[in-house]
């Protein structure tokens, strides 16, 4: 989360992002990549686990919890947010490369040409932020919760 | 030197959590203790980053 912070800042600025901040938001979306292959090999895992560490009702609740983990890292409702990231990205960089004067046009949230566009992003970013980064994670304390009693 | 934090961190996850799957003949408390525990907490702190 503290991730976006610099992207947030410049959405409230308004201001042109530097090359290098670019290049680290390009970094970051690479990591959503790994982050989804890793989600992909881990539920393989999971599934074909043969050996069990623990027996019965503390084993089902290892497996939720190492599902809540995989979904945490792809479940289906965060490639909206990948695709939107990945379109801000790309509509950024090649308005910096082009030179235009407002990097953050893009009508394609509201549909207004003339909008704040900027205001418009910085809405959505938060949104994911403060509301469903935080739900997202939800599912991972709550099974934590759940394994804790089975094996303490 | 952040991005190979978060590729390290997204990393170590993945071996944490098969080293839980693959332990075998642990003790309940110690399994929490040497695995589930520290798996949580790296996924605390990669969720804050």
């Given at each position: 989360m503290a991730g976006f912070a610099e992207l947030q800042r410049h959405l409230e600025a308004k201001s042109s992002p530097s090359g290098a901040l670019l290049a680290f938001l390009e970094t970051r979306r690479r990591d959503f990549e790994i982050e989804r292959d890793l989600a992909h090999q881990l539920t393989q895992h999971l599934a074909s686990?043969?050996?069990?560490p623990v027996r019965s009702d503390a084993w089902a609740a290892l497996q939720t919890y190492c599902e809540a983990i995989a979904d945490y890292f792809y479940?289906?409702?965060?490639i909206a947010h990948t695709t939107w990231y990945t379109r801000l990205l790309d509509k950024v960089r090649g308005q910096v490369e082009r030179g235009h004067?407002?990097?953050?046009?893009?009508?394609?949230?509201?549909?207004?040409?003339?909008?704040?566009h900027a205001r418009e992003q910085l809405l959505h970013l938060t949104t994911i932020a403060l509301r469903d980064l935080p739900e997202a994670f939800k599912p991972i304390n709550a099974s934590f919760a759940e394994l804790q009693t089975k094996l303490l | 030197m952040l991005e190979g934090v978060i590729a390290g961190s997204l990393k170590s996850v993945y071996d944490m959590v098969l080293a839980l799957l693959s332990?075998?003949?642990?003790?309940k408390r110690n399994l929490f203790v040497d695995h589930v525990k520290p798996l949580h907490e790296r996924l605390v702190a990669i969720h804050k980053d």
């Open positions: 686990a043969e050996r069990r479940p289906a409702n965060n004067t407002d990097v953050w046009w893009d009508p394609s949230i509201s549909g207004d040409p003339k909008g704040d | 332990a075998h003949d642990a003790q």
